[in-house]
């Protein structure tokens, strides 16, 4: 098991910019693939991308491919998400994940163990 504090929602205007945080215990960290995810008023939990260990690949949903950016610093034990060109559609609450399940794509729940407790995102007109 692994901790996740997350960090840096809050309200800005649509086109704006914010860089949400997730910083994680116990030294293994760099073996987690790490994931973000959000769950918007009235719907499911969705994916938004990951970062995996090792050769740190990443990979996006198609709502934020080209906006969105993920990236980790294992020496901080942190991984960021950040989020350019935000629409009122991004407005929800982000979740970071940890899991290193070899079985399951980092695109689906089911491939993390550990979540953080969320912080809300959200994108005024």
């Known amino acids: 098991q692994v901790q996740l504090v997350e960090s840096g929602g809050g309200l800005v205007q649509a086109g704006g910019s914010l860089r949400l945080s997730c910083t994680a215990s116990?030294?293994?960290?760099?073996?987690?693939?790490m994931g973000w995810f959000r769950q918007a008023p009235g719907n499911e939990r969705e994916f938004v991308g990951y970062?995996?260990?090792?050769?740190?690949?990443?990979y996006y949903a198609d709502s934020v491919k080209g906006r969105f950016t993920i990236s980790r610093d294992n020496e901080k034990n942190t991984v960021f998400l950040q989020m350019n060109n935000l629409q009122l559609e991004d407005t929800a609450v982000y979740y970071c994940?940890?899991?290193?399940?070899?079985?399951?794509?980092?695109?689906?729940?089911?491939?993390?163990?550990?979540w953080g407790q969320g912080t809300q995102v959200t994108v005024s007109s």
């Open positions: 970062i995996s260990w090792g050769f740190g690949s990443t």
């Open positions: 994940a940890a899991g290193r399940n070899p079985y399951t794509s980092g695109a689906h729940q089911g491939a993390y163990s550990s």
């Open positions: 116990g030294r293994t960290f760099a073996t987690y693939t």
